[in-house]
């Protein structure tokens, strides 16, 4: 399994070079998929989730907060559940969300 320190640094790293990509929309677009593969994880039960179209237009804002959460659990802070739930997702592969970044941060 990777370590919560490892994903973090998939997550800032993807997000902070994703708007300079060529192929940005191309990452939008899978990040997007993996986002509404994973709405469950992504917003607590009993809470509204987001549509599939409004979650496609957010992909920037939902890949930073992922990624502030993993700092906040990386700098001590109570693990989040969303932490928790993808540190357990394969990271290989393709309809997870860390597996989608690994891949595009490859491409």
């Known amino acids: 399994m990777r370590a919560p320190e490892q994903d973090h640094a998939t997550i800032a790293a993807l997000s902070a070079s994703l708007a300079m990509r060529p192929d940005a929309e191309r990452v939008r677009s899978l990040l997007g998929e993996a986002f509404v593969e994973h709405v469950g994880c992504l917003w607590p039960s009993g809470r509204d989730q987001g549509s599939p179209a409004w979650i496609v237009a957010n992909v920037d804002t939902i890949l930073a907060t992922i990624e502030r959460l993993y700092a906040m659990a990386i700098e ?10 993808m540190a357990l997702a394969p990271a290989d592969g393709p309809s997870t969300v860390i597996g989608t970044a690994l891949a595009a941060l490859a491409a």
Not at 76 to 85: A, F, L, N, S, T
């Open 76 to 85: 001590g802070e109570p693990p989040v559940r969303i932490c928790r739930e």
